[in-house]
Each structure stands twice: as structure tokens, then as C-alpha cells.
């Protein structure tokens, strides 16, 4: 009874918005076209899903299609980020040499706007994927970096001091005292790349891509239709909740011994 | 042959913000026999933990060198089993793996593990708790694992920096009566670094009374008590006495050169 009434309490706010929204546009104070009702929007993304009665237009039923090649880029990406962010990420928060010879690049790389690389990546990777996946590796990689280097510098020396009193070799040190003792600052990362691996698939696919959710959200407003373009923002908006998701079980099962001893662990 | 021998051992800290050197240790030599229980006692600040940090290969030494079994020490290495001052757990494993940790760099099996952890949990009292993460554990408990997980490296000496330091009353004594009871079982070298007078002569088989800056060793003690020791007996209480009064003359001393 507590669990419904509290997962009601969660849905005041977005249903009394919904509902204002819906009867704002069916007022007629603006333009339906400009403001399409929720009702509108769900009966157009309806379509893009499932292809009922072509409101979508060319767009119907094709949304699994989108979905899966923006999910693909984000996956291809990010991926690499994870992999290449927390692997260098150990090397320069453990190994002074590597600090001091690779860090430097990295801090003048790092404030450059992500978006910014666009027209390179088109130059050098043409009109595809590749283009989206360089600069989605790009919105992700510095955050998992930072994240890694920081949860590194601060593992505890005396659980490196007690490992190493018990036989631990560097590279035994590495997995199994300074990798664990990062995790919790990795996925903190993990979680602020996911979210910058959703933007820039979506700006890439806007402008140098010819398909996927972003495109099909940058093509409805030439053809101004607002409804699409709400789907599509709705349906990434939905994407990138579940993929945050997905990291929050993943970190919850990796974190699982925190239980009990941080804040963050009251959550579940 | 002694187990540890320290020979002429000076550390001497370079203090670059100040360009002063600090001499920390001034050429302490200190002979540990098998299976005896040395206590290096000494106010803070007196260089016992470096000396304990020499031995177990986390420092160097200046001058002078260490060996243990006979082998010069060159690095932290599984045939020192320490015990530090904070359990310095693994937040991420569970006791038992805790226990096992050093099994777990070897390469050894899940199962294997488990069962060689076991025997020490039992012997440090935690069974029931194996699968408890270090933040579900009390302080004491925490060092019981600290304490089970030297033990398991089987090593020739045992190195316990003021382990028990941050307990409180009831359950250090309980801790000591079963340190000196795994001790008598296991029949290894234990060098037991604490400020506490009554702590030393509870548990040593010898005492090393530490002055400070420069850490020199003032007076090694031999305790003959019987076990277990009585804190209340006219012998112990000599005994403290004894210390008590190198302590307050060192203590006065060096108020005195602090004025000159």
C-alpha cells in the first residue's frame, strides 16, 4: 500500500503537466501544429513504433530501426571510451612518468567542446557512422578519464601498504587493490558518460549522419512536424533513461559492499 | 640465530621545505630471538613504528641493515605478516577473502580459499562472520581480521603496530589474552610496537624502552612474569614502576634541553 501510494506520489507532477499541456494546445491559443498534444504526439510516436496508420509518414514503423542504429553509435562509442578512458586512466593516476608526459595533451584537449570537432570528424570520416562514433568516444572519454585518474590518486595507501605486505606484485596491486578501490569513482564517471554519449549521437546524427533518432528528429522539423520531432525527443529522453539505468544496476551489483556504509547506498 | 637483527640502524628525514635534517633513529642495534614476544615502547614521536616499518620492508634505513631469518630486508614481502594500527581491510571483500587475500595473489581456487581462511576465522573468534563486509564489522572485530590475515601468511615474524590502540577498554584486554594465546599456539616472533606500559607488560616476553628524538633503545627489560599476567601483582607493578620512572626522567630531560 506505502509502495503504490508512493509510486502515485511520483506521478502527480508529470500527469497534472500532461494534462495542462493537453488542454492548452487543444485551446487553439497557439497553432495546433506548433504545440501538438500529448495525445497527438503518443498517437504520431504510436505509429513510428508500431506502423499503424502512416501518420508517421515515411517514418512508419521504422522506430525500432532508428532506435537500434542511435543505440549503436552510442554502444560503439562509448564503448571505447570506457575501455580506453579507465585503462589510461590507471596509468596516469598510478605511474608519475605517464602523468607527466601524457597529462598535459590531455588537459588542452579536454576543453575543447566535443561538438566543435563536427567538421573534422566529417572530413575525415565522411558521412556515417564513424563521424557519430569519434564524437561520441570524445563526450565520453573525458569524463571516464577524470573520474578514473581521481579514483586512483585516492585509493588508500595503507590498503596498497597491506596488499604489497602480503606478496602483492605491482601489477597484482593494480587489479586487486588500486581497479577495486577506483570502481566507486569510475562509475561516476561511467554515469556522466553515458549521458554525454547520448547528446553528441543525437547532435551528430543531426548533422552528419542520415539516420538514427537525431536525424529523424532534424528531418521532422523541415517538414514541420513537431509531433515527430516531441516523439523523437521523447524517445531519446526514454533511451538514455535506461541506459542510465542499466549502469545504476550494474554499479549497485559492483558496489554491492558499500551497502550500508555511504549515503548513496540508502538509495537502492 | 636471532629472527631479527637490526644492526646500527640510523634514519636520518630530509626536511626540504626547512632544509633541516631530522635525525629520527640514531644508530639503534636490537636482536629479536625466535618465538619471543618483543614490546618497542615509547611515546609517540620516539621512531618505534619506523623501526617496525624498517622490518617489515615499508622503509629504509639511513644507516645500518635489517635482516630477518638471516636474509637482508629489501621490500615488503609475505614471511612478515603486519598488523597495522587501522585493520586497513579491503572495503570490498568480505572477511573471508580478507583473510585470504594473500591466497588470492597466488592464484589459488575460490573453494581452496575458503577452507584455508576458515581455520584462522575460528581462531580469531569470527566464525559466524564470514561473509561480512569490513563496514558491517566493530572496530575489534575489524582487527581480528587484520590479525587472522597475518596469521595465514604462516610468516616467520609478526608485526603489530599499536593494534589495538583504537579499542576500547574491555575488548583490548580480551584481544591481548588471545593475541598471547595464538601466540604460545603458533610459536612465532612477534614485535608488538605500543605506547602503553601496561599493554607491553601484559604481553611481552621482553621489553625495549624507546627514548625520543633521536629514537634511541633506553633499557630492554626481561619479563619473567608467569601467564597470565597479573596486572595487580607486586612484580608487575615493579616492573612499571621501573618504566614509568625512565619515562619521567626522559620526559624531564628533555624539557630541560627544550629550555637550554
Redesign the interface.
Known amino acids: 500500500m506505502t509502495a503504490l501510494s508512493k509510486s502515485w506520489e511520483r506521478a502527480v507532477v508529470p500527469l497534472f503537466i500532461l494534462a495542462a499541456w493537453e488542454v492548452f494546445s487543444r485551446s487553439g491559443f497557439l497553432p495546433a501544429a506548433l504545440l501538438p498534444a500529448p495525445s497527438v504526439v503518443l498517437h504520431t510516436w504510436g505509429d513510428w513504433i508500431f506502423g499503424f496508420d502512416e501518420t508517421s509518414q515515411a517514418n512508419t514503423g521504422r522506430w525500432f530501426a532508428d532506435a537500434l542504429s542511435s543505440a549503436m553509435r552510442v554502444a560503439a562509442g562509448y564503448g571505447i571510451a570506457v575501455i580506453s578512458g579507465v585503462l589510461l586512466g590507471i596509468a596516469i593516476g598510478w605511474w608519475r612518468w605517464v602523468e607527466r608526459t601524457v597529462e598535459p595533451t590531455i588537459q588542452m584537449l579536454r576543453p575543447v567542446p566535443p561538438v566543435s570537432w563536427i567538421p573534422l570528424a566529417i572530413i575525415w570520416f565522411g558521412i556515417a557512422n564513424k563521424p557519430a562514433i569519434f564524437l561520441v568516444f570524445l563526450g565520453a572519454f573525458f569524463p571516464i578519464l577524470m573520474n578514473t585518474i581521481h579514483g586512483v590518486k585516492t585509493a ?1 595507501r ?2 596498497i ?9 605491482e601489477q ?1 596491486l593494480l587489479r ?2 588500486v581497479f ?2 577506483a ?1 566507486p569513482s569510475i562509475f561516476a564517471g561511467l554515469r556522466i558518460g553515458i549521458g554525454a554519449a547520448w547528446m553528441l549521437t543525437v547532435t551528430a546524427e543531426m548533422v552528419a549522419v542520415k539516420s538514427g533518432l537525431g536525424y529523424v528528429l532534424w528531418d521532422s522539423y523541415y517538414f514541420l512536424r513537431y509531433d515527430l520531432v516531441l516523439a523523437a525527443m521523447a524517445s531519446i529522453g526514454l533511451l538514455g533513461y535506461a541506459t542510465d539505468a542499466l549502469i545504476k544496476v550494474l554499479m549497485s551489483a559492483a ?1 554491492h ?5 555511504t549515503l548513496q547506498s540508502r538509495e537502492g | 640465530m636471532a629472527s631479527i637483527d637490526l644492526r646500527n640502524i640510523t634514519k636520518i628525514y630530509r626536511d626540504a621545505k626547512r632544509k633541516r635534517d631530522l635525525l629520527a633513529i640514531d644508530n639503534v642495534s636490537l636482536s629479536v630471538e625466535k618465538n619471543e614476544f618483543l614490546c618497542l615502547l615509547g611515546s609517540s614521536g620516539c621512531g618505534k613504528s619506523t623501526l617496525l616499518n624498517m622490518i617489515a620492508g615499508f622503509e629504509k634505513p639511513t644507516e645500518g641493515t635489517v635482516t630477518v631469518g638471516g636474509t637482508p630486508v629489501d621490500g615488503p614481502g609475505a614471511d612478515r605478516g603486519m598488523v597495522f594500527q587501522q585493520a586497513n581491510l579491503m572495503p570490498w571483500l568480505p572477511v573471508w577473502e580478507n583473510v585470504a587475500f594473500h591466497l588470492r595473489l597466488k592464484g589459488w581456487r575460490k573453494a581452496d580459499r575458503r577452507d584455508a581462511a576458515q581455520e584462522y576465522i575460528d581462531m580469531v573468534g569470527l566464525r559466524g562472520f564470514e561473509n561480512h563486509f569490513p563496514a558491517e564489522l566493530s572496530g575489534g572485530m575489524s582487527q581480528r581480521v587484520g590479525i587472522a590475515r597475518a596469521l595465514l601468511l604462516n610468516p616467520q615474524v609478526i608485526l603489530m603496530d599499536e593494534p589495538f590502540a583504537a579499542l576500547d577498554a574491555q575488548t583490548k584486554m580480551d584481544m591481548q589474552e588471545e593475541l598471547v594465546a595464538i601466540w604460545q599456539k603458533q610459536r612465532c616472533t612477534v614485535v608488538f610496537v605500543t605506547h602503553s606500559v601496561d599493554e607491553a607488560l601484559v604481553l611481552g616476553t621482553r621489553v625495549a624502552v624507546m627514548t625520543s628524538r633521536p629514537g634511541r633503545i633506553r633499557e630492554l627489560i626481561a619479563l619473567d612474569l608467569p601467564r597470565p599476567r597479573d596486572t595487580t601483582g607486586p612484580r608487575f607493578n615493579d616492573h612499571k614502576r621501573h618504566i614509568l620512572n625512565l619515562i619521567r626522567e626522559e620526559g624531564m630531560q628533555q624539557r630541560q634541553a627544550a629550555v637550554a
Open positions: 588508500d595503507n590498503l601498504r597491506a596488499a604489497s605486505m602480503m606478496g602483492a606484485t597484482q586487486h587493490v577495486p578501490a570502481l558496489l559492499w558499500q551497502h550500508g556504509s
